[in-house]
């Protein structure tokens, strides 16, 4: 009896180990997920977030925590992958004029004019362009690139009354730009004096006269109430704007392949939720702002695209662009 009763405290104490040994997996804090943004909780890509949430938990769960931070509360605009490289933020939505400061080549998205519309855009970053280009960023900032969002087309956004023709007619206009070189290029390119101005000031700096204009999607100009205190907007089409849902590579490291596959379906999913609602939102905007009391004109669209164009291929900044790229982002129909 006392053999029998030895045996079953010691078959107890294995299956004890063996079970403490298997706690850890199961037991295992989720991984962090803290996304910044500057976007508004109105704006498709603020949207968005949280189907990455809920796709990510269905795929993965209990594997992941998620947080989401709108407003720039957490990081402000422009300093995400900074955060992110120093291992301070883990996910953010990154521009393509945040990538041009630490890699110039990167500076061909930031041009008015090269890519045409929503659909060339995906084109564009899901061909060997893509490919080529979101390899610069793992290997140069250590950030992966999960999935392209259209942002918008941006258009001016202006609290003067004078109607905007031709590149001449934005002279002496305070161009609220955000605060890098790229931004603040285009902005001249496009006949502005641009000024950097952190996104979450601009609706004060419209409403005190700090600056005469922003340049923005229509959707972010409804999102952000801009609307409220300017009186028209020019549709110049100056640039169809991305935004790239991001992970820190420290972060993606320590995925396994699983994990990675979740993360980068649930990122696609959270796109095209932002996609499909922001050019469906974008077609119908005209018509709200006229409803507001501004006004919304076409102006002279093809002499912007000359000035802008010729502005950047004079610039130093496209002697930075990969040789032959204009041509094969063209070349995507």
Do not use: C
């Not at 820190?248 to 999913?269: C, E, F, I, P, R």
């Not at 004109?297 to 004079?314: G, H, I, M, S």
Request: glycine content about 6%.
């Amino acid at each position: 009896m006392l053999v029998s009763l030895s045996r079953r405290l010691f078959m107890g104490t294995v299956a004890a180990a063996a079970i403490a040994g298997l706690t850890p997996a199961f037991a295992a804090d989720p991984i962090k997920l803290r996304i910044s943004t500057p976007a508004v909780e109105a704006d498709w890509h603020a949207k968005m977030l949280p189907v990455f949430k809920e796709e990510l938990e269905k795929a993965a769960p209990g594997q992941f925590d998620v947080e989401i931070h709108l407003n720039g509360t957490l990081f402000k605009q422009g300093t995400e992958p900074a955060a992110m490289q120093r291992g301070n933020l883990e996910m953010a939505m990154i521009s393509a004029f945040d990538i041009a400061k630490q890699i110039p080549e990167w500076s061909i998205f930031t041009a008015g004019y090269l890519l045409r519309d929503p659909e060339h855009q995906t084109k564009v970053f899901e061909s060997d362009i893509g490919k080529e280009m979101y390899g610069l960023v793992e290997d140069k900032m250590k950030i992966k690139i999960l999935s392209v969002g259209y942002l918008g087309t941006r258009q001016l956004n202006l609290r003067t009354e004078k109607e905007i023709k031709t590149p001449a007619d934005l002279s002496g206009v305070k161009l609220r730009m955000p605060g890098s070189d790229t931004w603040l290029f285009l902005g001249k390119a496009l006949g502005a004096n641009p000024l950097p101005v952190a996104f979450g000031e601009i609706y004060t700096a419209l409403q005190t006269g700090a600056i005469d204009g922003q340049d923005n999607p229509l959707p972010t100009v409804r999102a952000a109430k801009f609307y409220e205190v300017t009186k028209q907007v020019a549709l110049t089409d100056h640039l169809v704007d991305a935004i790239f849902l991001s992970l820190a590579g420290s972060t993606w490291s320590k995925l396994d392949d699983k994990q990675k596959a979740a993360v980068m379906n649930a990122a696609k999913a959270a796109v095209r939720f932002n996609n499909e609602n922001r050019i469906k939102e974008e077609a119908q905007l005209a018509d709200f702002f006229k409803s507001q009391g501004l006004k919304v004109y076409k102006p002279d669209v093809e002499a912007f695209r000359q000035q802008v164009q010729k502005a950047y291929l004079e610039s130093d900044l496209s002697k930075s662009w990969p040789k032959g790229m204009v041509d094969r982002v063209n070349a995507i129909k």
